[in-house]
T-cell receptor
Framework: EAAVTQSPRNKVAVTGGKVTLSCNQT?????MYWYRQDTGHGLRLIHY???????EKGDIPDGYKASRPSQENFSLILELATPSQTSVYFC????????????FGAGTRLSVL | QQKVQQSPESLIVPEGGMASLNCTSS?????YFWWYRQHSGKSPKMLM?????GEKEEGRFTVHLNKASLHTSLHIRDSQPSDSALYLC???????????FGDGTQLVVKP
């Protein structure tokens, strides 16, 4: 099965601080995604990428930047973290043979105090 | 704007019963649908996919798709307590790679 690794798994940040969430996939998938999930809700798309060097805005990009320096790595950057960004963040990769079925990492639980 | 609507929000079924979950897209250009299952504290995992009109069955799980109404449904027969989870519907256009998720249906199977 596809392997997607996120780090860190848990993070506590201070308001106004910079936070970087990292994601690595070993499946050679072209597409990578960042979603956030708030308690009891579905997944909201923040940024996604078609391949190395590309980033696209999702539905809720404000306050977030993304970086795709290589096929394997996709980062989510919060330049000035706010308490409203407290959430669980999931990275996913897709684009294999099953019409872009997504494979998710284990998630990062971020608390901004 | 919510492009994928799921119903019901929550569902309780007895062990051995049938669970029926619904999903509709408001984006008329959607081509592909998936159902993901997310157990508490875990990440979502793809359960079933459907890309053309009709029905697809895999074990206890059956998924239907009506492209004209942009409606898909997931049916779980002989429900087990291990099926208790959040079920997420996802949709995408074939022309791009944006994948939208609904808010999910929380299924509880009571022994």
């Amino acid at each position: 099965e596809a392997a997607v690794t996120q780090s860190p798994r848990n993070k506590v940040a201070v308001t106004g601080g910079k936070v970087t969430l990292s994601c690595n996939q070993t499946n050679n998938h072209n597409n990578m995604y960042w979603y956030r999930q708030d308690t009891g809700h579905g997944l909201r798309l923040i940024h996604y990428s078609y391949g190395a060097g590309s980033t696209e805005k999702g539905d809720i990009p404000d306050g977030y930047k993304a970086s795709r320096p290589s096929q394997e790595n996709f980062s989510l950057i919060l330049e000035l973290a706010t308490p409203s960004q407290t959430s669980v963040y999931f990275c996913a990769s897709g684009g294999g043979q099953r019409k872009n079925t997504l494979y998710f990492g284990a998630g990062t639980r971020l608390s901004v105090l | 704007q919510q492009k994928v609507q799921q119903s019901p929000e929550s569902l309780i079924v007895p062990e051995g019963g049938m669970a029926s979950l619904n999903c509709t897209s408001s984006d008329r250009n959607v081509d592909y649908f998936w159902w993901y299952r997310q157990h508490s504290g875990k990440s979502p995992k793809m359960l079933m996919s459907i890309f053309s009109n009709g029905e697809k069955e895999e074990g206890r799980f059956t998924v239907h798709l009506n492209k004209a109404s942009l409606h898909t449904s997931l049916h779980i027969r002989d429900s087990q307590p291990s099926d208790s989870a959040l079920y997420l519907c996802a949709a995408s256009r074939s022309s791009n790679n944006r994948i939208f998720f609904g808010d999910g249906t929380q299924l509880v199977v009571k022994p």
